[in-house]
């Protein structure tokens, strides 16, 4: 079966930047999103890949600071943040598709890594 597995998270200052990764096992085409949780708060997405082709999307919240890059040598998505603001502090999934689309909805996502916490302190 897919499984997908982050890296990546950690603590950095405002202003900062992190890469996360997302480790692809089981499947070389899925479509991978990217989730974050804050504590108390819903789950939000930011974007997406496409297994299939170079398109990504992305949302306001990730549009400009965040970048989805994919590494099909290593079946590995990247999710690069730049400009780390203390409001980024979530705990980070990545999600994976046989679909690609740009809906938000996590129920479009049929496998999910385990999350990686990213703090980021003011």
């Known amino acids: 079966q897919v499984q997908l597995l982050e890296s990546g998270g950690g603590l950095v200052q405002t202003g900062g930047s992190l890469r996360l990764s997302c480790a692809i096992a089981?499947?070389?085409?899925?479509?991978i999103g990217w989730f974050r949780q804050a504590p108390g708060a819903v789950r939000e997405f930011l974007g997406v890949i496409s297994g299939k082709t170079t398109d990504t999307f992305y949302t306001n919240s990730a549009k400009g600071r965040f970048t989805l890059s994919r590494d099909n040598t290593r079946n590995t998505v990247y999710l690069q943040m730049n400009d780390l603001k203390p409001e980024d502090t979530a705990t980070y999934y990545c999600?994976?598709?046989?679909?690609?689309?740009?809906?938000?909805?996590?129920?479009?996502?049929?496998?999910w890594g385990q999350g990686t916490q990213v703090t980021v302190s003011s």
């Open positions: 089981g499947a070389s085409d899925y479509a």
């Open positions: 999600a994976g598709s046989s679909l690609y689309t740009v809906e938000a909805e996590a129920e479009n996502y049929d496998v």
